[in-house]
Structure formats: structure tokens, C-alpha cells
């Protein structure tokens, strides 16, 4: 999802949300909240996926998305 100029430096998790929201045309701000409709729900874990391919702790990615904490 995320290439070309974005390559040398980690892109924002911010950036990460927005851009998935954009190609499921969503607000990043829906990928955000607790909702567990089935379009959000996969969109939320594309990413948390992209999230950790550029080296984002779970943690890091859990307080991100509203203190989602699957540690325990």
C-alpha cells in the first residue's frame, strides 16, 4: 500500500490509516473507533498489519487505535 517516496523514512501511523481509509473509502476516523462492522474490522486490520510491517510494536499500534491490548 505504502511505496515511493515513503520507502526511506517510517511512515506515521496516522498516514497508514488515512491512506488504507482511502482506498476502502472510508473515514480514518470510523478505522479508529470500536465499531465491528465487517468493512472497518478488515480495513482496521490491513492497518495494524501495515503498521507492524514498518516496525510499529503492538503495543505502539494498540494505544493507536483506542488502547486495544491483547497482552493478557
Known amino acids: 500500500l505504502l511505496s515511493g517516496n515513503q520507502v526511506a523514512s517510517r511512515p506515521t501511523l496516522e498516514a497508514i490509516v488515512v491512506k488504507v481509509a482511502e482506498q476502502y473509502h472510508l473515514k480514518w476516523k470510523?478505522?479508529?473507533?470500536?465499531?465491528?462492522?465487517?468493512?472497518?474490522v478488515k480495513a482496521r486490520h490491513i492497518c495494524m498489519t501495515q503498521a507492524r510491517r514498518h516496525g510499529y510494536t503492538l503495543k505502539e499500534i494498540?494505544?493507536?487505535?483506542?488502547g486495544r491490548d491483547h497482552k493478557s
Not at 30 to 40: N, Y
Open 62 to 66: 494498540g494505544d493507536y487505535f483506542g
Open 30 to 40: 470510523d478505522l479508529l473507533g470500536k465499531s465491528r462492522v465487517k468493512i472497518l
